[in-house]
């Protein structure tokens, strides 16, 4: 019933830059919290950053200050700008979104198929 796909992703030099978007489609009444997740080879998923339907946003330690999340209700859509990339940034991005289906009582929470971005020169 509703679909997330993501797009933006590839190969970038270390200290570039890359802007990640998530579009969500399908029977959408309402989208509370949306999210970035990355994982990389060998590691579990982790959080990148997430931002309220409010616009409160929450960001990973390890991206703080290089990473921007934000989001287009008009649209169903959540970005994630990537400045400053580092090789350990490297991952398969994963955006999600709780989201209120047309006809539902409650928020469920949906995932992409994932983006991989790889940093390296």
């Known amino acids: 019933q509703v679909q997330l796909v993501e797009s933006g992703g590839g190969l970038v030099q270390p200290g570039g830059s890359l802007r990640l978007s998530c579009a969500a489609s399908?029977?959408?009444?309402?989208?509370?919290?949306m999210g970035w997740y990355r994982q990389a080879p060998g590691k579990e998923r982790e959080l990148v950053a997430t931002i309220s339907s409010g616009y409160n946003t929450n960001y990973a330690d390890s991206v703080k200050g290089r990473f921007t999340i934000s989001r287009d209700n008009a649209k169903n859509t959540v970005y994630l700008q990537m400045n400053s990339l580092k090789p350990e940034d490297t991952a398969a991005y994963y955006c999600?979104?709780?989201?209120?289906?047309?006809?539902?009582?409650?928020?469920?929470?949906?995932w992409g198929q994932g983006t991989q971005v790889t940093v390296s020169s």
């Open positions: 399908g029977r959408i009444f309402s989208i509370n919290a």
């Open positions: 999600n979104a709780w989201v209120k289906t047309i006809g539902a009582t409650i928020h469920a929470l949906y």
